[in-house]
């Protein structure tokens, strides 16, 4: 076997120290850059720590960065899918509270860190079904929606809960229209909120939150049209009483309070047979409960879907 010899070292490849030393503090100031602003007191860190849940992990193609974050719903930025992406850049998020209200032993309004700071951060990917007809898979990072409301111990009374998210038409510009009934609001009943697949996200694609999916908290429930999917939330309350969601209030005849994804119940407009997954051609069978049954069907024992829907 040939030994090389050490080459000898060009002088080009010699890098000043002091030039080297600010080169690696501008490389830290900048890998922290995104981050940052969002963590300030940084509960988690600069960077989103997180595990994978393959459990709980769908093996299908994910949806393009690129799509997850340009093609949007989030009224409070307008009504078409692609204003979000600009406007919600307005947006500040930190510092950032969260209201925890109504049947817990523990109420109190909390700052994101502390919000965040027991929790250990997974990747899950789920499919989001939007009730329009379109379709993602996105790597969520977030942790069970359960584990917070534990924490903050519910009273028997506690039977469903009800979600709020920021109302602040200075920031949130299609707040400025009454196109719906703001702050946009979301309910789920208890065991629903309980579930093991619910969680609040945090991030996308190992990336804090970006604006338009919901900055800095937001709920996944994957079996759910995707309106269920409540963004930038600042109060979560407790409640004995099924809460009033947004688009329920809105349009009553066309969004349920369970709006469980279901092929063979239609929206009175259009079919939810089949739908389209953003970045593909053609369409797909949607599948019961978004392909999530054999995990959530339980829930539902006994309950007639054509009148709960
Ligand atoms: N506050 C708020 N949350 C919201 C919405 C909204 O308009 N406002 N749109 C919902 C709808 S209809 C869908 S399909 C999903 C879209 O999430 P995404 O843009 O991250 O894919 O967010 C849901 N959460
Ligand atoms: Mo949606």
Redesign the pocket.
């Known amino acids: 076997m040939l030994i090389k010899k050490p080459q000898p070292i060009s002088a080009t490849e010699i890098t000043p120290e002091a030039v080297y030393k600010s080169r690696r503090h501008f490389m830290q100031a900048t890998a922290g850059l995104a981050l940052a602003p969002l963590y300030a007191n940084a509960a988690i860190g600069k960077q989103l720590k997180f595990t994978s849940a393959t459990h709980y992990t769908v093996s299908e193609t994910k949806t393009s960065l690129e799509d997850?974050t340009h093609?949007?719903?989030?009224?409070?930025f307008g009504t078409d899918k692609y204003t979000?992406a600009e406007r919600a850049q307005a947006l500040t998020v930190s510092p950032w509270s969260v209201a925890i209200e109504g049947e817990v032993k523990k109420p109190g309004v909390f700052t994101l860190e502390d919000i965040l700071k027991p929790h250990s951060l997974e990747e899950r990917i789920y499919r989001?079904r939007?009730?329009e007809g379109w379709s993602?898979v996105?790597p969520w990072i977030g942790f069970p929606l359960g584990d917070l409301l534990k924490r903050f111990a519910p009273t028997s009374k506690a039977k469903y809960v009800e979600f709020t998210?920021l109302q602040r038409p200075e920031e949130m510009t299609g707040q400025q229209r009454g196109v719906l009934d703001w702050p946009?609001q979301e309910g789920l009943r208890m065991d629903e909120a309980m579930h093991p697949l619910t969680i609040l996200a945090v991030g996308l694609y190992g990336e804090v939150m970006p604006k338009?999916?919901?900055a800095p908290l937001?709920l996944v429930v994957p079996w759910k049209?995707?309106?269920k999917?409540?963004?930038?939330i600042v109060k979560i309350r407790l409640v004995e009483q099924q809460p009033v969601s947004t688009w329920a209030k809105s349009i009553p005849s066309e969004y349920g309070f369970y709006s469980n994804v279901n092929p063979q119940v239609d929206h009175p407009r259009w079919s939810q047979r089949r739908e389209r997954r953003i970045g593909e051609f053609g369409k797909r069978d949607t599948l019961m409960f978004n392909g999530y049954a054999d995990e959530v069907a339980k829930l539902y024992t006994g309950m007639d879907l054509r009148k709960n829907y």
């Open positions: 997850v093609y949007n719903n989030f009224y409070e979000p989001l939007c009730v993602m996105i998210s946009y338009q999916n919901g937001r049209y995707g309106f999917s409540i963004k930038s």
